[in-house]
């Protein structure tokens, strides 16, 4: 009772929330372009000298306009780097949402 200090000063120390899912997931820049080819169940296959984004089902490719399509094939394949390695990081994400 003396002089007013307590014991637990090392128990007071202020520990940042965090989500437990932001360390379990890899945090991903084309987050939101795995979120669309997972909507549309699709997939990247190489055709002819470029990489086309089809549906897993049918193989209809999906009707994106030309610029935006080259930007997140670009942006996928600098992230995963590989069109195996996109495609199951796509299904990775699709089964983990």
Known sequence: ???????????????PKR??????????RTKDYLDFLAHYDA???????SIAVVRRKNGAELP?????KSLMVKLLM?????IDAANNAIGGYRTSH
């Open 78 to 82: 600098d992230e995963f780097g590989t």
């Open 1 to 15: 009772m003396g002089d007013g200090t307590s014991a637990r000063t090392m128990n007071d120390r202020i520990v």
């Open 64 to 68: 994106l306009e030309q610029k935006g």
């Open 43 to 49: 997939e990247l296959r190489p055709t002819n000298g």
């Open 19 to 28: 989500s437990f899912m932001s360390w379990k997931e890899k945090p991903y």
